[in-house]
């Protein structure tokens, strides 16, 4: 373990020392990563990935999403939508340059002894990042990226095209991993340690992810049907306790020189696990106790709730010190048969999916066990708790749309810190189903990060004008 956080250790300065030249100039590398073993560039990218998924722009669409209240210096501009191209320049540098550009580097020369194995995992980690820049930019750029030199100003694809672009390269990894070809890296692969068949169980869930996204439900069950089957194969970003180094991202904002800047003051996401709150969605067969208390500290005081940072052996809060992040995990991939089993197959299989994911969270599920201790209960339900005055359908919705509306909601609160949350919301926003939170300021919710200023300034194939963060992106629109 203790190399393990050495290497961490290492990777991130490297990952540090790397980004800052890329804000000098995005098509120099001064650190020239040709000249950087195989291992220490795989550490490099995978640890620029977690950057993209669990840093700021991951605390942006947090307040954006009902999970998090911006509270002092920039953070209630964030929360009230007062952001611009710069609040998203790191994240785009982290893609572009530290993800895919040095990944590049790294396939090439891996290509070079044929280690299909490492290529694979590059892919799929280059997979997750382009994922998630289509999710939460739209149409960027993809096709040209690889060629800056004849391409120096790269074309925005269309979104849908580069969700195709994502399952391609999903593809081309799952066939190298079946290919048997290739010596694992070991710990420098700081997820799995070259393990494959985690690797591939991971790509199909991605594949899954990116298909629920573009509203492809009949493909994303079929994804998630091969994807991950236990959550000891969970795509987790780890974490330790080296200050400065490998402490979870969330944890080193809230507890430490940020302290006091985000909190979930009036969150909506509290409401619904509060027990006391009007719009708690416990019943009969729900004990949301557990869990309310694992995401947040100060429960009793809806004032001064705040994301659980608490990092003790009798108490490890969602966002403790040395707790890992979900990046892909079980938890998704069964919700992903519940929404898309239920819009592809029909409601028995959207319940049978939905009762599994309640199997597992009944057995304490993916809440640390210091929480245990308090109440909780998911009990299976049954076709009756749908229908009109069933114990999950205090709206009167028909049975479908109350069932459907249960699965949306358990993704909303299960994913609660992820990006995964803002997808879901924009993805089902028009849906008489769909979970509902009240803007923090005006009448309209966001849609979309900004472009990077970075890139709208030296990139002339940026759009003009830049679509604002209240326009939808093209997938969303339809």
């Known amino acids: ?28 590398d001064p650190n020239n990563p ?45 929360s009230n939508y007062n ?11 982290n893609i572009y340059a530290s993800v895919f550009k040095n990944g590049n580097v790294l396939i090439t020369k891996a290509e070079q002894i044929d280690n299909k194995l490492l290529i ?3 892919k799929i980690t280059q997979a997750h990042a382009l994922q998630t820049a289509a999710s939460c930019w739209g149409d960027v750029p993809y096709s040209q990226i690889s060629d800056i030199d004849q391409f120096p100003n790269p074309v925005f694809d269309p979104q849908e095209e580069v969700y195709a672009s994502v399952q391609k390269l999903l593809d081309e990894a799952i066939e190298m991993l079946d290919s048997g070809i290739g010596t694992s890296p070991g710990i420098a692969d700081i997820h799995f340690g070259g393990n494959a068949a985690k690797w591939k169980e991971v790509a199909y869930t991605l594949k899954a992810r990116a298909y629920l996204e573009m509203h492809n439900y009949d493909a994303a069950y079929t994804a998630a049907s091969s994807g991950i089957t236990v959550s000891a194969n969970n795509l987790m970003a780890p974490h330790g306790i080296v200050l400065s180094g490998n402490q979870n991202l969330m944890y080193a904002f809230l507890a ?10 009036g969150a909506y996401i509290t409401t619904l696990l ?30 001064n709730i705040t994301p659980n940072t608490s990092s003790t052996v009798s108490a490890s809060g969602i966002f403790a010190q040395a707790a890992s992040f979900p990046l892909i995990t079980y938890e998704e991939n069964m919700l992903i048969l519940a929404e898309a089993g239920f819009r592809s197959k029909g409601f028995d299989t959207g319940l049978e999916k939905l009762n599994n994911y309640r199997v597992y969270l009944n057995k304490g599920g993916y809440i640390n066990g210091t929480y245990l201790t308090k109440t909780y209960k998911y009990e299976a339900y049954a076709t009756a708790d749908f229908a009109t005055g069933g114990i999950v359908n205090k709206a009167n919705l028909s049975a479908s749309d109350a069932l459907l509306k249960e699965i949306l909601v358990e993704r909303y609160v299960t994913f609660f810190g992820q990006k995964l949350g803002f997808s879901d919301l924009r993805r089902t926003r028009g849906e008489s189903a769909g979970v509902v939170i009240p803007p923090n300021n005006g009448s309209v919710l966001p849609e979309r990060f900004i472009y990077s200023q ?17 326009v939808k992106t093209p997938v969303n629109s339809l």
């Open 1 to 28: 373990m203790k190399k393990i956080f050495n290497l961490l250790f290492i990777g991130l300065l490297w990952l540090v020392s790397s980004c800052e030249s890329i804000v000098a100039d995005l098509n120099t």
């Open 34 to 78: 040709t000249n950087a073993s195989t291992s220490l560039m795989l550490t490099g990218i995978q640890l620029a990935n977690i950057t993209i998924h669990e840093g700021h722009t991951d605390r942006v669409a947090g307040m954006w999403s009902g999970y998090f209240t911006g509270i002092a210096r920039q953070y209630p501009d964030f």
């Open 83 to 93: 952001v611009n191209g710069a609040t998203f320049d790191q994240i785009w540098q």
């Open 120 to 122: 694979a995992i590059v």
């Open 256 to 265: 430490g020189g940020r302290a006091g800047d985000m909190s979930s003051k």
């Open 274 to 303: 509060n027990p006391a709150d009007a719009n708690y969605r416990g019943n009969a067969k729900t004990d949301e106790n557990a869990r309310f208390n694992y995401y947040f500290v100060n429960v009793t005081d809806p004032d």
């Open 454 to 470: 970075s890139e709208v300034n030296s990139n002339t194939s940026a759009p003009n004008p830049v679509p604002d963060i209240f």
